[in-house]
């Protein structure tokens, strides 16, 4: 099933077999996960113990953003270069020190320090797992591994808070305490069913590429993040926000002129000229945009049926479970109908569940039933069909890079969500409708991205790629 290091292709021992492997991404992944899961019922706790506002506490989350968006691209690249077990490794030995940093942290200051060493670890950990599940697993089975993979952020979901709620009894600082250990086992597991990939590549690392597109990405993250939705106009206009605004639109530029004019570069820019490529890219930004909108439903909730917070949390457990379940059977029929269907079936899924909130108003069982389709719908796109789709597109030695673009392109999606939903509801005289319109232009740019999936491969051709030689681009690797 596996080729030879002679035709550049991943050493695995066969002996330990891909389930081994797959049990580790799956517990490196979950990790990751479950360190988002658990940050909102700690933030509460984080704010007393450091007597922050508002603003100061939200850079618990935003400094993960920053740091996990910024290296995607550093922590992918050495992966391909270097070896994705090695960067694997790394990035859990890094996440368990930025994890003991931040329950250990004495001020404020050194507990961003830890959160931002988490996004960079994370950064690396979820698009380098995909990447050694094209390198494992035979291509009719990927569909099903992606699947498993994809369900975990919906299992994390469920369980984190409730792991949460039981040591924040104790104090926050154990919630991360609690990491660091883990990290180790999975770390030494790791170590041991990992395969072992060549080295890719002896030319010198585009460290020029690499700090124009990390500049790139912080300064449009860090404008996006500053935007004041209450005041877009004059928010714009304020020199934080245009300034990082104008660095972004000279740092672009300036990589893709980098990288037009290096041996080996981070990212070939041809890469997009693949159809499936760019549409998978732009089909990953309207999965964040629709990602995104799920953080504003417990505001929803309060406001539309006026329950408490808490209350607002629980309600959005089906679509978790949802998430849970509906990623490893996307997975399953993305093995035997191709991605198109699967993705086109997503979109649909997710529009449906979107418009089904933006109308509710004091239906319940209609918030229940669309917030389950949004679950299937994003089960079905982010837990395997775009990871599926660059798998088999790009080249063996730039499977991690691959990944790391969906990363890319699903957190702009997030980004403009955040900034567009917030500027939509802040310009309403009712909270309530503004949301419900914010949900209602985003369930149009669903439809408008979803067209972009009748132009992907079908079945047929897709099984022509993976196993007509598209896939298995050695000769073409050997050759570079």
């Known amino acids: 099933m596996f080729a030879g290091p002679n035709q550049n292709e991943v050493i695995v021992d066969t002996k330990k077999g891909s389930g081994s492997v797959l049990t580790v991404l799956f517990l490196g992944v979950l990790m ?14 984080i704010r007393e113990t450091f007597e922050l506002d508002d603003r100061l506490a939200s850079w618990v989350f935003s400094v993960w953003v920053l740091a996990n968006l910024v290296s995607v691209p550093v922590m992918t690249k050495l992966a391909d270069k270097y070896g994705r ?42 698009p380098v797992a995909a990447a050694v599940i094209g390198d494992v697993v035979a291509p009719e089975k990927r569909g099903r591994a992606f699947g498993m993979l994809g369900s975990v952020f919906g299992l994390a979901f469920i369980i984190g ?10 104090g926050w600082r154990w919630l991360y305490m609690a990491i660091p250990p883990g990290a180790l086992i999975i770390l030494i597991l790791g170590w041991k069913f990992l395969p072992v990939s060549p080295v890719r590549s002896e030319k010198k690392l585009d460290l020029r590429g690499l700090v124009f597109l990390a500049g790139f990405l912080l ?7 500053i935007l004041d939705t209450t005041d877009l106009v004059g928010s714009l206009s304020s020199w934080r926000v245009a300034s990082a605004f104008l660095a972004a639109s000279v ?13 080996d570069p981070v990212l070939r820019l ?9 549409l998978a890219s732009v089909i990953a930004v309207g999965a964040g945009i629709n990602e995104a909108a799920f953080i504003f439903f417990p505001t929803i909730t309060v406001l539309a049926f006026g ?18 379940i509906g990623s490893p059977v996307a997975g399953r029929l993305l093995d035997k109908f191709g991605s198109k269907t699967i993705v086109l079936s997503s979109n649909f899924l997710l529009a449906m569940g979107m418009f089904g909130v933006a109308t509710t108003t004091t239906a319940k069982p209609v918030f229940y039933i669309g917030s389950v389709l949004i679950g299937l719908g994003l089960a079905g796109l982010l837990g395997s069909s775009l990871n599926y789709i660059l798998i088999h597109e790009a080249r063996k030695r730039e499977r991690a890079i691959s990944q790391g673009l969906i990363t890319l392109f699903i957190s702009v999606g997030q980004l403009f969500s955040a900034a567009v939903v917030g500027a939509i509801a802040a310009s309403s005289d009712f909270a309530l409708d503004g949301y419900k319109t914010a949900f209602l232009v985003i369930v149009t740019a ?9 132009f992907l491969k079908n079945k047929a051709e897709e099984q022509e790629t993976v196993f007509g030689g598209g896939d298995s681009k050695s000769s073409e690797d050997a050759a570079s």
């Open 307 to 324: 329950v408490t917070t808490s209350t607002a949390s629980f309600m959005l457990l089906p679509m978790m479970v949802a998430v849970a």
């Open 270 to 278: 041809d890469l997009f000229r693949n159809r499936q490529v760019a």
């Open 219 to 225: 300064s449009l993250a860090y404008a996006l993040s």
């Open 251 to 263: 740092l672009l530029p300036l990589f893709v002129w980098a990288e037009r004019n290096v041996e």
């Open 32 to 45: 990751g996960a479950l360190d988002i899961a658990i940050l909102g019922p700690a933030i509460p706790a």
């Open 446 to 454: 669903t439809l408008l991205i979803s067209v972009a999936s009748f």
């Open 85 to 126: 077990k090695k960067i694997y490794l790394f990035d859990l030995a890094l996440f368990g020190i930025g994890s003991l940093i931040v329950s250990l942290s004495p001020t404020y200051g050194v507990l961003l320090a830890g959160r931002a060493l988490q996004g960079m670890a994370a950064s690396g950990i979820f």
């Open 161 to 170: 808070p409730i792991f949460a709620g039981f040591m924040l009894k104790i």
